[in-house]
DNA sequence: TAACGACGGAACGGTTGCGTTGCGACGTAC
DNA sequence: GTACGTCGCAACGCAACCGTTCCGTCGTTA
């Protein structure tokens, strides 16, 4: 039996090596000397650094993402951006996720991935949020979920993962109030 | 004297390496071998890849950036989507780019170099085209350059370079209204 | 025509990571 | 108490790339 605390070892090792250098320099004796574990205990569980990841992507992909029902179109862009926030400023899960996501431009099979873990969680969100708002009369019939998508989280990625602002106080709930009048129309 | 076709040859193979495989891939061995030539010629202009790669974004940079006047927030705002669309629909550029962007969160000179080629040139713009706004009347006094610049080009970076999905016919049509709506407020 | 310098190519020793193998130590199951 | 499987560790041969050096070729300049 495999000890599962060299397991959880490498697995963590695997996020910090993934945050600190990315997945093209991440190398498996580097994924080892971090989680002090011998290469024989990697090799042992995972074929290469992509099983690896795909691995853990998967993990992350089957805790599936909530989706917002707070009443009110703008509550529920506003708590969407709220997670997403929350996961851009965390220090590792800034580094990798968008990491990953060019990483995916390369590799179908992190594309895949990344896209059952995040992409298709998120379309999902929006889709609910969307046809919530239909029924509620806010949104006209037939508003495309994708397009609430690129404007709810597209400035927010922008200025987080891409530009690496600041997040003045009051932002989110600008950002909200913006995507909602950008919707609206 | 050095051959200026040879360091023409160099600087495109840069590219299309960058491109293939991306900075933290890309070897110098990699690009000589690409350019048809000797690993010679490429140290006897740089002295590493980082250099490399500085020098041909310090190169886009000082071709600088057009800022649109078309006479109205709309117009202005579909112009600078277009040109943004152009670039992030550009093979090479599309995957030079967001793998660029990404080493910068881990490299200080790579993120100066991009800040000016890229950032510094787009938030000039947006603050051109936002004061003109504001003297026309469009947008109330005070607006943040940086928040519009998050609105126009967020959802577009969103949707090209980070889901690489498609972009439906009259959509950066209905992207510029959507962020005037947004910025309207 | 002679001198010079950049050229492509090949080789250098050194480093890093690959994926594999063999080792003795440890813990658990039977 | 014996057998088994995982453990960390060290070493293996192999490949790629590092940055440097030397070579013979070629084009330009004087």
């Known amino acids: 039996m495999l000890r599962e605390d060299?397991?959880?070892?490498?697995?963590?090792?695997?996020?910090?090596?993934?945050?600190?250098?990315?997945?093209?320099?991440?190398?498996?004796?580097?994924?080892?000397?971090?989680?002090g574990v011998g290469k024989t205990a990697v090799y042992r569980r995972w074929k290469s650094k992509l099983h690896l990841v795909l691995d853990l992507v998967a993990?992350?992909?089957?805790?599936?993402m909530p989706a917002p029902a707070t009443g009110s179109l703008y509550g529920d862009v506003r708590a969407v951006l709220e997670l997403a926030a929350y996961a851009l400023r965390?220090?590792?899960?800034?580094?990798?996720?968008?990491?990953?996501?060019?990483?995916?431009a390369r590799n179908p099979e992190i594309s895949d991935a990344i896209k059952a873990a995040l992409?298709?969680?998120?379309?999902?969100?929006?889709?609910?949020?969307?046809?919530?708002?239909?029924?509620?009369?806010?949104?006209?019939?037939?508003?495309?979920?994708?397009?609430?998508l690129d404007l709810i989280v597209g400035p927010l990625y922008w200025r987080l993962a891409v530009v690496r602002g600041a997040l003045p106080k009051g932002y989110l709930d600008d950002l909200a109030a913006s995507a909602v009048r950008a919707l609206k129309g």
């Open 59 to 64: 993990a992350v992909a089957s805790q599936g």
């Open 119 to 148: 992409l298709d969680q998120q379309q999902g969100v929006a889709a609910v949020v969307v046809r919530a708002a239909v029924e509620r009369g806010e949104l006209p019939e037939g508003s495309d979920p994708d397009r609430a």
């Open 6 to 35: 060299v397991t959880d070892a490498i697995r963590g090792a695997v996020f910090e090596e993934l945050a600190s250098v990315g997945f093209a320099r991440m190398s498996i004796e580097g994924i080892a000397r971090r989680a």
């Open 90 to 104: 965390h220090p590792v899960a800034s580094q990798v996720i968008p990491d990953l996501l060019v990483e995916a």
